[in-house]
């Protein structure tokens, strides 16, 4: 394919990390390198807050050239500086807080500091085994900056009534939980944000998801692709379908559009 964006985005749970085995299948990391040596410029776009990139090894398989977290309300340069940060209206919190009592379901925030308000159940339980990350211990919500609330239910939990709270936006995951992170943030607002502040937009961008919280990204990207293990509402806007990401699918899509041979 002629005339390719310069700039690739992934996801990184079940995209890039395969999360039945939580690594990065080796392929992935021969592509990825293969593409940056071909001159692209390659950047993480994930629902992950930075404490939780920072600690896992896709940072050091290369040197990424740029970050966008917690579903875009938080983006990062190469050089690890800040250019945007958004945090969810305390209005919308307490809102959150009393539906997650009236259900009762469990809940961890993400901010300058990462805690749960709740105990911990079985709907917390699984969603942190299917990242591979620890529980944070429990906390108060005490009117500090919160930049994204987990919301953990069981599979199928209708989330009208969060939805329906004015200033956030809510993302089931496809295990027990949903993102819930500002209104009208999303990756694909903060990959603009980025590729503004890089001067790469007039380029735009290619980019690699699995999930709901990709459907923005996907959209709006000049080349979307999903992953072959993705939901079928990302597969259905995608320009292309790979293989799974346990099947080589940065590998197959990478080499499909023309960035690596």
């Not at 800040?82 to 809102?95: D, G, P, S, V």
């Not at 790469?200 to 990207?221: C, K, P, R, V």
Request: aromatic share 10%.
């Amino acid at each position: 394919m002629n005339h390719l964006p310069k700039t690739i985005f992934f996801d990184m749970d079940n995209t890039l990390i395969d999360s039945a085995t939580h690594k990065i299948p080796s392929s992935t990391v021969h592509a990825l390198r293969e593409a940056q040596r071909n001159g692209y410029k390659l950047c993480i776009a994930t629902g992950r807050e930075w404490l939780m990139v920072k600690t896992h090894d896709v940072l050091s398989i290369l040197d990424w050239d740029g970050y966008i977290l917690t579903n875009g309300q938080v983006v990062v340069d190469r050089a690890f500086r800040e250019i945007l940060h958004i945090t969810i209206a305390r209005h919308a919190i307490l809102e959150i807080i009393g539906l997650v009592e009236k259900f009762g379901l469990s809940s961890t925030f993400n901010g300058e500091t990462n805690f749960r308000l709740t105990d911990i159940d079985e709907n917390m339980l699984r969603a942190h085994h299917f990242f591979n990350e620890p529980i944070y211990p429990k906390d108060e919500y005490t009117d500090q900056p919160i930049d994204k609330v987990l919301v953990y239910a069981p599979e199928g939990f209708d989330w009208t009534p969060f939805r329906n709270i004015k200033g956030i936006s809510v993302f089931p995951g496809i295990s027990t939980y949903a993102d819930i992170i500002a209104e009208d943030s999303d990756k694909s607002a903060g990959i603009l944000a980025l590729l503004k502040h890089m001067g790469w937009e007039e380029d735009g961008y290619t980019a690699f998801g699995d999930s709901l919280n990709d459907i923005g990204m996907i959209q709006h990207a000049r080349i979307g692709v999903a992953m072959g293990n993705g939901v079928e509402e990302l597969k259905a806007i995608a320009d292309h379908v790979t293989t799974s990401v346990s099947e080589d699918g940065i590998y197959n899509g990478l080499k499909h559009l023309g960035y690596i041979k």
